[in-house]
């Protein structure tokens, strides 16, 4: 599955074959079959672990019994330890969503359903004049933030995650903030 993670992400679903993935993975692509069906029974497998898992670690901060900020800022952490940790299988997630079965992306359009309506709950009592619309778009745009922190390979990890810490805590707090009137020197 790792394999296939990185070789889906660097190609591509449709230029990845199972003998490709075998090949990286030290077995034959034949073999792969026995585990199975398809190279799109393996991606949807991939993508939805992908999904799961960040669905599940958004449950495990919510669970917690703290004030919403506090919430926010846990909730923020385990998205970056989760994206660093597991960013090749969100990059296939995102590339390859549309190779999907239609049932797979049904089941995987849900879980994401949920979890983006946790993340605005979430925004929208932190900041209480926020619209859900407003929160809902912050929140899209919070996760092509965290997609980015995978494109720096090799980049110190902990500072990587300091600076997107400071990045997305900073850019949803300050959503429908006034911002000061730049003063142009004459």
């Known amino acids: 599955m790792t394999a296939a993670t990185e070789l889906f992400r660097d190609r591509g679903f449709r230029e990845t074959s199972l003998g490709d993935i075998g090949a990286a993975a030290g077995v034959s692509g034949p073999a792969i079959y026995r585990y199975f ?98 929160a809902r778009a912050a929140v899209t745009m919070v996760d092509g933030m965290l997609r980015s922190i995978t494109s720096f390979d090799g980049a110190d990890q902990e500072q990587l995650a300091r600076v997107m810490k400071d990045m997305v805590f900073g850019g949803l707090l300050s959503v429908g903030v006034p911002r000061p009137v730049a003063v142009v020197p004459a």
């Open 37 to 134: 069906k398809s190279k799109g029974e393996l991606l949807s497998i991939l993508i939805e672990e992908a999904s799961i898992t960040w669905r599940e670690t958004v449950d495990d901060v919510l669970n917690e019994d703290t004030p919403p900020m506090v919430t926010l800022e846990r909730l923020i952490d385990a998205a970056i330890v989760l994206q660093l940790k597991n960013g090749n299988l969100r990059d296939v997630f995102v590339k390859e969503y549309r190779s999907l079965d239609d049932d797979a992306r049904r089941r995987v359009a849900r879980i994401e359903r949920v979890r983006m309506a946790e993340w605005v709950h979430l925004l929208c009592e932190v900041r209480p004049g926020l619209s859900d619309e407003e």
